[in-house]
């Protein structure tokens, strides 16, 4: 039986005639984290965004193949996007935090669905920022603006909003790579907690945290220009491997 929580199935990506990523079949486990590493331009942010149809908010990339969730397809004219979005939410490289309070920015997903009656939104809002290890640095100016935090506490502030609505799966592009090193250790240790409970895929350009946080990655290439799918295992595996073609190149100028 297939236990994978995402599935590819020749999913590529161009735009105009331009090909982008060469059709990627690929099972990626519930549990655990999963990488996805690789060189920059090989179009790693652009296969993340087809895991949330996040791509299709992008004019001009045409998408082909399919993608399952628990074996059910995401590119089907009954899907409901919002609803997929939440239940598989994503973290930027640079945070996205809006022009509103803390509290208002942890429970924007939730105020924007009304499935949460409002008097539960504190507790909620408390929980998600305790997931988020953020609450004891905002306990006492939750109506302050969230821009008002440092880069790393926003970073936070985004894994608290996308905490809230209790994603299954969520997608995380670089979200270190703004942040200085105390707060990426924040991070690394929060995916760390957060996958015991919820399925991560994390691009990521650090080599060092992905042999910490990654149980397993797929490097994605570049060949003839195009992103391709050139490997996936473990991180030793892969290293073992000496027939991945870029891979090496790739180890030694990360
Ligand atoms: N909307 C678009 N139209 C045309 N080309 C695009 C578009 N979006 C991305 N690309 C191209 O697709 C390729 C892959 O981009 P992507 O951002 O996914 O790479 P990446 O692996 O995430 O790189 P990095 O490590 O630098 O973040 C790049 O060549 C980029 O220029
Ligand atoms: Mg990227």
Request: aromatic fraction near 6%; proline fraction near 6%.
């Amino acid at each position: 039986m297939d236990k994978s929580v995402l599935r590819t199935e020749n999913l590529s990506v161009s735009a105009g005639k331009k090909s982008i990523l060469n059709p990627v079949s690929l099972k990626i486990p519930g549990d655990g984290v999963f990488g996805i590493i690789g060189p920059s331009g090989a179009g790693k942010s652009t296969f993340l965004k087809t895991l949330n149809r996040l791509c299709e908010l992008t004019p001009g990339l045409q998408i082909n193949g399919q993608v399952f969730h628990r074996g059910v397809p995401l590119y089907h004219h009954g899907v409901d996007v919002d609803a997929l979005r939440k239940r598989v939410s994503m973290i930027f490289q640079q945070p996205v935090v809006f022009p509103t309070s803390i509290f208002a920015n942890v429970i924007f997903g939730v105020r924007h669905t009304e499935t949460i009656p409002k008097k539960d939104w504190p507790d909620l809002a408390e929980r998600a920022l305790r997931q988020a290890a953020l609450w004891e640095e905002v306990k006492d100016r939750l109506k302050k603006p969230g821009k008002e935090l440092s880069i790393g506490q926003q970073q936070r502030l985004c894994l608290a909003r996308s905490l809230a609505t209790d994603p299954e799966i969520i997608l995380m592009d670089e979200p270190t790579s703004a942040l200085d090193p105390g707060s990426t250790e924040a991070i690394e240790s929060l995916i760390h907690q957060l996958k015991k409970q919820q399925s991560i895929i994390l691009v990521t350009h650090n080599m060092r945290q992905a042999d910490k946080v990654c149980d397993l990655v797929a490097f994605i290439g570049l060949q003839d220009g195009t992103g391709t799918l050139l490997a996936s295992g473990s991180l030793d595996e892969l290293r073992s491997r000496n027939n991945i073609p870029g891979f090496e190149d790739y180890l030694c100028c990360e």
